[in-house]
């Protein structure tokens, strides 16, 4: 503060002065004041700036006169003053030594006559709007010690005739609109000890004749600027730093380990700077030091263990890092330390117990996103000062200690993504001042304490994927402000306290993959905020709660795998921001409220696997956002809405399974987006509509089991993408066009089987280098197996492994299904599909032999080529097929001997040779003996041997040589008994 | 009375708890797999999500959906034999041979009152064969050969009428060889490398675990 002293010496001189003299002068200085005063839009805070209030300026608001009556202090901070500094007579105020005019509204730019308070010892004008060039002419003021513009818009002033500012100790411009290299004046201003040049846009190296020229500086903050380069080792030269904020620039180059040297530092900031290198253990040096703060610096050493010696630290931050080791066990002895942070590194080791019962300062430790290892400190009960802990996503394992409870002033508790085992503690009810619980990603088990129904403050409580069983406890009905609750991916059952939401906050509530049961509580959505519920895969029932539909913010519904019953609630269709929409397999019967056609930012709809009933309504055709519509298995009768090729951002469409009859609308073919088009298991008639060859995107198209007529249409050759086509059980007539190798080079799976194809299988089929399925059982197909087959490498042992890696088809595959004849009974693959590798030519009119070349495809799981007319021998290399489960050769005219490589097939768990004219011993083996059903073979009157009951004779003796070949030698041993 | 009460609805929760789970079988074949170790990824088709087991590799179910045979011959697992395959109730095929399989036999494998064939040769297994397989009544196949077998035959096989085929050669078996029921029709060879297994038991007053 500016003391006005008037010497007595002086005093006789003044009173010689004619009173009318400083009347005079005082006036004009209160006209001056008055003058701007009626310049601003806003000065509320000047009401007493009146002449007839007073006609001495010196008892208004903010001003201080000297004993002469000459304004020497106007002291104005956060004064609510609305307007510029243009009508402020500067001159008429010669003796003021004091302007704050801090935190207002006052904007334009700093006049050029403000260089007339060549008194001014002091000058803030911080935190308004003042923006322009700050005036070469305020190099003028050359009293003025305390300069401080920060927090405005100001722009570089005139450097050429700005000149050093020599009384000026204490220098503010941050946040400012500063460019260009570091301003060269203030390395002129060699009296600063306190310099403050943060968020402005000044670049270029720190310059090293900072530390030369300003000797006496204390405090220095660049942050927030662009400086690059390194960090000027010559900042050691500064004797008297205590703070430097170096902080969010381009620097590089590391931490010079001579910063160890200035012993007065406490606080120490680089963080957002692309370092790199270690923590120099010089560091610990700084006795002092007080704030460490080096997040995010591209750091990659160990933490030294020479920074426990920094035994006045209270904050220590070096978060997101690439830091490596444990944390030091010197750490132990700052007992000071109050905010620990050193997340996102990967720190490993344990953690000691040392630190909580030293640090009694501690309120916030977060080391989450490491690698930290062991138990939690039941020690951690001593550091009761505790707001924050943080210690999610590191290995931990073990319990959580029941002393955790002792932390009283706890706000977040964040444990998740360890290896937490055992109960959530009882103790963890006396957390009343907990908002934000988090234990997900766990391994706790047990049910959860009924004493959480203490913790008042709690809004957040996120316990999901542990082993947690039993009840949701009643008490947590009672929670006031619980806003969140989720609790997905356990094991609790019963049903959800019936008052559950009562407090009308719930916004997200989530308990999807458990076994509750019974119904939702009615007051879960009391509040109408609820804004994303999921419960999903549980065992629900009754209907849903009322107030559902008037939740206006609703997004995400997701109640799929449940046992809900009755009509779909057409209320659903007035909360109009829902997203997302899914309530598949439950009991829900009933049409499908044409009121969904309403939810015009509906992305997502799945109702399949209900007993809906009546026709899909027209109005889903409005559906403009949707990009997944699932419908299938219901009962859901009628033709295929033509509007339902409106749909224009569909990649997903999915009604089958159902009752729906009329011929596939051609406007489907309108759907560019889409990938997946599932209209199989119905009875729909008709061609398939040439106009689906417009699908240009589609990747999966299952027609099967309707009944469809006319050849396959050429146009399809144009959907090149086509993973999976399956026009099974159909009544498709025609040949197998060459073309479908040619042109859809991805499939994978190709099912025509039961329809009415004729003719050969082409040849080209083998250029499909993806396939691995391939089923054309129960059609007239004649001719010959083509040789080429033996060229579908994807069915060769390994090759469909590689072909996954570069199909990024993956997760689109999840969602897939294609039944197969699997072991005597159809089945349905739908998440191993992409495993399956498998040729199906059953039911034809194919002849000649089984083409060895067959034997080439390693990766075959199962082959079934029965029923046909097949000649010839089993391929002699059979036992090639390593991978083989299933083997179905019966009913055709095969004949000659079982080639012995056939006991080589040690996954074979269901053989078929019946029905041919095969003779000789039956091949002996690992596998060959378990398959022990005489029916395997029956039909074959030549055969002899294991598992028939017809022995054989002498004359397939010479087979016992073939036998020798067998590695059931491996283990056989004849031993002599002594 | 209200005890009593809460006793009977337990057996009863314990008697229909194969039923309640939907994928029970399923979950035994996971528990097994749980804690091996499959490089060559025989059982990478095994996903725990699909509502029953029946379209594994590896696993053959019959038309209710229950698991009859189990083929895993040399397929380069290793690890130990879960007690929880003791739940297939209707498993016919065990085939477990030529592996890396470790530890003891659990005598849960006693449970599979339905198996006709146990083929658990060519592996690493310790430990005595469990008395519990003589409840495996149906039993024709038992190839236990090629392990690191201890102990003495249990001599409660003998009553196995069923089995057609015994081999227990090359392990580390000791006592006499039953001679009773099946085992009078065995060849010598499915007894040989037993160094201290000491040849057909006598009638008389010689323990069957003599030289144990």
């Known amino acids: 503060m500016e003391r006005v002293h008037i010497q007595p010496f002086l005093l006789p001189i003044l009173l010689f002065f004619s009173l009318s003299f400083l009347e005079a002068e005082a006036q004009s200085e209160a006209q001056a004041l008055l003058k701007w005063k009626s310049s601003l839009f806003q000065a509320d805070a000047l009401s007493s700036w009146s002449l007839a209030n007073s006609t001495s300026a010196c008892r208004w608001f903010g001003v201080r006169c000297n004993s002469a009556g000459s304004i020497v202090q106007l002291s104005l901070p956060n004064a609510n003053l609305n307007g510029t500094l243009d009508e402020f007579d500067f001159a008429s105020l010669p003796s003021l030594t004091m302007l704050d005019l801090n935190t207002n509204l006052l904007n334009g730019s700093i006049p050029s006559n403000i260089s007339a308070l060549s008194n001014l010892t002091s000058l803030d004008l911080s935190s308004n709007y003042l923006a322009g060039p700050i005036p070469y002419q305020l190099s003028n003021l050359r009293k003025v010690r305390h300069l401080n513009l920060g927090f405005n818009s100001l722009e570089n002033p005139d450097y050429t005739k700005f000149t050093p500012l020599p009384s000026v100790t204490n220098l503010s411009l941050y946040n400012n609109s500063l460019t260009g290299k570091f301003p060269p004046f203030v390395l002129n201003c060699t009296n600063l000890t306190y310099l403050d040049l943060s968020y402005n846009n000044l670049m270029g190296k720190i310059p090293d004749s900072l530390s030369t020229n300003l000797f006496y500086l204390e405090s220095l903050n660049l942050t927030d600027n662009f400086f690059e380069e390194v960090i000027p080792v010559s900042l050691a030269n500064l004797p008297r730093l205590q703070n430097l904020h170096i902080g969010s620039n381009n620097l590089t180059g590391g931490i010079p380990p001579i910063l160890g040297s200035i012993s007065g530092l406490r606080i120490l900031e680089l963080y957002n700077n692309s370092l790199g290198g270690p923590i120099p253990s010089s560091l610990g040096q700084l006795r002092m030091l007080e704030r460490i703060d080096i997040k995010a610096a591209a750091l990659n050493s160990t933490i030294p263990p020479e920074l426990g010696l920094c035994t006045n630290l209270t904050y220590l931050e070096l978060s997101l890092n690439q830091l490596t080791g444990g944390l030091p066990q010197s750490f132990s002895v700052l007992t000071k330390m109050s905010e620990f942070v050193i997340s996102g590194n990967s720190l490993s080791g344990e953690i000691s117990p040392d630190f909580f019962t030293n640090w009694t300062e501690l309120i916030s430790f977060q080391i989450q996103n490491n690698e930290f290892v062991g138990r939690i400190p039941p020690e951690i009960g001593s550091a009761t000062k505790l707001q924050f802990l943080f210690l999610y996503n590191n290995h931990l394992s073990g319990l959580i200690p029941p002393e955790i409870g002792r932390l009283a002033d706890l706000q977040v508790l964040d444990l998740s993504a360890n290896f937490l085992s055992g109960p959530i503690p009882k103790t963890i009810g006396n957390l009343t001042q907990l908002t934000s619980l988090a234990l997900f990603y766990n391994s706790l088990n047990g049910t959860i304490p009924a004493e959480i129904g203490n913790m008042t403050a709690l809004a957040t409580l996120d316990f999901n994927t542990n082993q947690l069983e039993g009840e949701l406890p009643a008490t947590i009905a009672q929670l006031p402000n619980l806003e969140l609750i989720s609790v997905f991916d356990n094991h609790l059952s019963g049903g959800i306290p019936r008052d559950l939401g009562q407090n009308g906050r719930l916004y997200n509530v989530s308990f999807s993959n458990n076994s509750f049961s019974g119904e939702l509580p009615p007051a879960l959505c009391n509040g109408f905020a609820l804004q994303h519920f999921t419960a999903d895969h549980n065992n629900f029932t009754g209907s849903l709660p009322a107030c559902l539909g008037n939740c206006s913010g609703l997004l995400r519904l997701q109640l799929g795998s449940n046992h809900f019953f009755g009509s779909i609630p057409s209320e659903l269709g007035d909360a109009t921001q829902l997203t997302y929409l899914d309530l598949s397999e439950n009991k829900y019967t009933g049409p499908i409220p044409t009121k969904l056609g309403n939810l015009a930012q509906l992305t997502y709809l799945d109702l399949s696997e209900n007993k809906l009933t009546g026709p899909i309504p027209t109005k889903l055709g409005n559906l403009a956002q949707l990009t997944y519509l699932d419908l299938s298995e219901n009962k859901l009768t009628g033709p295929i809405p033509t509007k339902l090729g409106n749909l224009a951002q569909l990649t997903y469409l999915d009604l089958s399974e159902n009752k729906l009859t009329g011929p596939i609308p051609t406007k489907l073919g309108n759907l560019a987006q889409l990938q997946s088009l599932h209209l199989n298991k119905n009875s729909l008639i008709g061609p398939i509509p040439n106009e689906i060859g417009n699908l240009a995107q589609l990747q999966s198209l299952h027609l099967n089991n309707n009944n469809l007529i006319g050849e396959i249409p050429s146009s399809l050759k144009n959907c090149k993408q086509l993973v999976v086509l399956d026009l099974g059980d159909n009544g498709i007539p025609g040949n197998i066009l060459e073309w479908l190798g040619e042109k859809l080079s991805s499939l994978r799976v190709l099912c025509l089987r039961s329809n009415m194809l004729s003719g050969s299988i082409p040849p080209q089929l083998s250029l499909l280098s993806s396939l691995q399925l391939l089923g054309l059982a129960d059609n007239n197909i004649s001719g010959s197996i083509p040789q080429s087959l033996g060229k579908l490498t994807a069915m060769v042992e390994g090759m469909q492994e590689r072909k996954k890696t570069t199909n990024s088809l993956y997760r689109f595959y999840y969602r897939e299904s294609v039944s197969i004849v699997w072991k005597g009974r159809e089945a349905a693959f739908q998440k191993t599909l992409s495993l399956v590798v498998g040729i199906d030519l059953s039911g034809n009119y194919l002849r000649h032999a089984i083409p060895t070349e067959l034997t080439n495809l390693s990766g075959l799981v199962f082959l079934n080529l029965s029923r046909n007319l097949l000649d010839g021998s089993i391929p002699k290399m059979i036992g090639n097929l390593k991978k083989l489960e299933i083997l179905d050769l019966s009913m055709n005219y095969l004949s000659g001997t079982i080639p012995p490589s056939i006991s080589s097939l040690t996954f074979l768990d269901s053989l078929n040779l019946s029905s041919n004219h095969l003779s000789g011993r039956i091949p002996s083996g690992h596998q060959l003996q378990t398959l022990d059903d005489p029916s395997i073979y029956s039909g074959n009157g030549e055969l002899c041997g294991f598992p028939l009951t017809k022995s054989c004779s002498s004359i397939q003796a010479s087979d016992v040589q073939l036998l020798t070949d067998d590695d059931d030698e491996k283990y056989g041993c004849i031993l002599a008994w002594d | ?212």
């Open chain 2, 1 to 212: 009375m209200a005890s009593r009460v809460a006793l009977v609805s337990f057996l009863l929760l314990l008697a229909a708890a194969p039923a309640m789970s939907t994928n029970y079988e399923g979950e035994a074949l996971q528990a097994l797999r749980a804690r091996l170790s499959d490089p060559s990824n025989a059982l990478q088709s095994w996903n725990p999500s699909l509502v029953n087991p029946c379209t594994w590799f590896h696993v053959t179910c019959d038309v209710r959906n229950r698991v009859i045979r189990l083929d895993l011959g040399n397929s380069n697992i290793s690890g130990p034999l879960a007690p929880e395959l003791g739940r297939l109730q209707d498993l016919q095929y065990l085939e477990l041979y030529g592996n890396n399989f470790e530890g003891k036999i659990p005598e849960e494998l006693g449970n599979l009152k339905s198996l006709i064939s146990m083929d658990l040769y060519g592996n690493r297994l310790e430990g005595e064969i469990p008395k519990s397989f003589a409840k495996l009544k149906s039993l024709r196949f038992l190839r236990l050969n090629n392990n690191k077998l201890s102990g003495s035959i249990p001599r409660e096989l003998v009553t196995l009428s069923n089995l057609k085929v015994f081999d227990v050669s090359n392990n580390d078996l000791c006592g006499t060889i039953p001679i009773d029921g099946p085992f009078a029709t065995f060849p010598i060879q499915s007894f040989g490398n037993n160094s201290r297994l000491n040849g057909p038991e006598l009638q008389g007053p010689v323990p069957y675990d003599f030289g144990c």
